[in-house]
Nanobody, 127 residues
Framework: QVQLVESGGGLVQAGGSLRLSCAAS????????MGWFRQAVGKEREFVAV????????GYADSVKGRFTISRDNAKNAVYLQMNSLKPEDTAVYYCAAKYTVYSGRYYYTRLEYDYWGQGTQVTVSS
């Protein structure tokens, strides 16, 4: 009942920036923790970032900490991932995901915990 659509991916040089967006329809995201995951060619889908239902708590993979920032705007029913200082190893398909929760300050790290997924958007970082 929740549809998620990612946008903002593309080709960027190493050291550059991109801002990914995730727009939701069908239901309000106010009852969902939101996450970003990525999957590179030949590798498993991995956790990138998560934000709690209220937006008050965030978590990041060690590989992106200090470079990426997750945020949400419940009034617009959207979630964002600001990616700075991009590296070639950041190249992957990036996915937005939603997890229903009654806990306003809780977030989740494992992909199997999430209920809904977007179609993904390709990010390619050249050296």
């Amino acid at each position: 009942q929740v549809q998620l659509v990612e946008s903002g991916g593309g080709l960027v040089q190493a050291g550059g920036s991109l801002r990914l967006s995730c727009a939701a329809s069908g239901r309000s995201l106010s009852s969902y923790a939101m996450g970003w995951f990525r999957q590179a060619v030949g590798k498993e889908r991995e956790f990138v970032a998560v934000i709690s239902r209220s937006g008050g708590s965030t978590g990041y993979a060690d590989s992106v900490k200090g470079r990426f920032t997750i945020s949400r705007d419940n009034a617009k029913n959207a979630v964002y991932l600001q990616m700075n200082s991009l590296k070639p190893e950041d190249t992957a398909v990036y996915y937005c995901a939603a997890k229903y929760t009654v806990y306003s300050g809780r977030y989740y790290y494992t992909r199997l915990e999430y209920d809904y997924w977007g179609q993904g958007t390709q990010v390619t970082v050249s050296s």
